[in-house]
């Protein structure tokens, strides 16, 4: 009877021994939730401010002082529509104050940008059009060629670097495509 007693002790012991060991196999079938942090929104309005200069060549630009460097502070205002991605397409206006000796003159440009978002938070472009030089009422019509790379800050907040050719529709003889260069940096917020 005692052996029976003992077998039946260690038959249970094993059944619920065993039966824990199940219960610990068991593992959560729910999916834990992934961050993902989201990207930055290139696509929409943006507008922003900007620092730099303007480098003319000898045949310099109309309204513009001849071989020399000039400061000049500005702002710009445009919309970019990402058309598929990771293309990007936008229009954008830029003015700008050239301060020089003498009289001070003024640039604005009407720009077609085309870029591509390298990752979520740079963006390189190209960039092209066309505008006016303005000194003492005075004005004359130039163009510009370039490009640039942004980089996002913050959710909203961007950072440029961009460079664009400037060049008058002079058929004067020695003249050359580009007469100066804009070089500019700045910081934009979008919208």
């Known amino acids: 009877m005692f052996v029976r007693s003992l077998s039946l002790s260690v038959a249970a012991a094993a059944l619920l021994v065993g039966g824990a060991q199940a219960a610990d196999l068991v593992t959560p079938t729910t999916p834990m939730p992934i961050y993902e942090a989201a990207s930055f929104g290139w696509e929409g309005l943006y507008a922003g401010v900007n620092v730099g200069g303007v ?28 058309t598929y991605d990771p293309i990007l397409l936008g229009l954008e206006v830029q003015g700008d104050y050239v301060f020089q000796s003498g009289n001070d003159a003024s640039m604005f440009l009407a720009l077609a940008r085309v870029g591509t978002v390298v990752t ?72």
């Open 55 to 82: 480098f003319t060549n000898g045949n310099g630009l109309t309204n513009l002082d001849v071989s020399t460097s000039q400061f000049s502070v500005g702002g710009a205002i445009g919309v970019n529509f990402i």
């Open 120 to 191: 979520d938070q740079v963006m390189v472009y190209a960039a092209s059009g066309v505008g006016i030089t303005s000194r003492s009422g005075s004005t004359d019509n130039i163009y510009a060629i370039g490009g640039g790379v942004e980089v996002a800050m913050t959710d909203a907040m961007s950072v440029r670097g961009e460079i664009l050719g400037l060049g008058d529709f002079s058929a004067a003889p020695g003249d050359q495509f580009f007469d100066g260069a804009k070089a500019t940096v700045g910081v934009f917020c979008h919208f």
